[in-house]
C-alpha cells in the first residue's frame, strides 16, 4: 500500500467529495485561516459542480456547463485546494488518521470530511407511483475541462 505522508504528518485535511459540501468545507476551511495543505478526494471526474441546474436551467440549455462549476478550476490551484478528481476512499482508517483509496494510497490526515453525499432513495410505495420511473441526472466528463452532457439514469 502506497502512503502519502508520515506518521508525524499534521496539518492535512482532507475532503472525501467534491460535491457541493465537500467544496464549501475545503473553501470554508480557507477563508477561517486554514494554512495547511487541503486535499479533495472526488470520485466523479468533473470538478465541483451545481446539481440543482441540471434538472432545470442546464437541461433546458439556458444555462453553460461553464456555469455550473461552483468555482473556475483556477480558484482551487490559487487556494492551494488540491482536486484529486475520480479517485475514490474505499476506507477510513480512524485510529491511523488515514483514508485509503482505491488505489490502495493511504493519506495521512490530520482533520477529515466526509461529503459523499447520499443517493437516491427508492420508494417501496404500492402502484402507480412503484411503477413510475425516478429520473436523476448526474453531470458527466470524460475529463475535469473535458466536453460533457448531463447523463440521465432512470430507475
Ligand atoms: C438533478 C438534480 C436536481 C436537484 N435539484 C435540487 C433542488 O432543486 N433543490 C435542492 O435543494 N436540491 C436539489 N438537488 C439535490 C442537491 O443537489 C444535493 O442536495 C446536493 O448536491 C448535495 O450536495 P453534497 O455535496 O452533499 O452531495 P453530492 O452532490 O452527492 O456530492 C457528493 C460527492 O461525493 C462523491 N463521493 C461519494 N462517495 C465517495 C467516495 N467514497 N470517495 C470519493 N468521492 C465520493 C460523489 O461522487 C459526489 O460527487 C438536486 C440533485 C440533482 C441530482
Known sequence: MA???????????????????????????????FKGEIIM???????????????KAYLKGELTQER???RPAAFYEKQDITLRLGERARHIDRAGQKVVT???EAISND???????????HLHA????????????RFRTRTPCGRSSPAKDAS
Do not use: D, F, H, M
Request: charged share 15%; no cysteine.
Open 3 to 33: 502512503a502519502s505522508g508520515g506518521a508525524g504528518l499534521a496539518n492535512r485535511a482532507v475532503i472525501v467529495g467534491a460535491g457541493e459540501a465537500g467544496a464549501q468545507g475545503a473553501i470554508s476551511l480557507r477563508q477561517a485561516g
Open 41 to 55: 478526494l472526488g470520485a466523479e471526474t468533473a470538478p465541483p459542480y451545481q446539481r440543482p441546474p441540471l434538472s
Open 68 to 70: 455550473l462549476y461552483l
Open 102 to 104: 482505491e488505489k490502495e
Open 111 to 121: 482533520r477529515l470530511l466526509l461529503a459523499t453525499g447520499a443517493p437516491p432513495r
Open 126 to 137: 404500492p402502484a402507480p407511483i412503484s411503477t413510475a420511473s425516478t429520473i436523476y441526472a
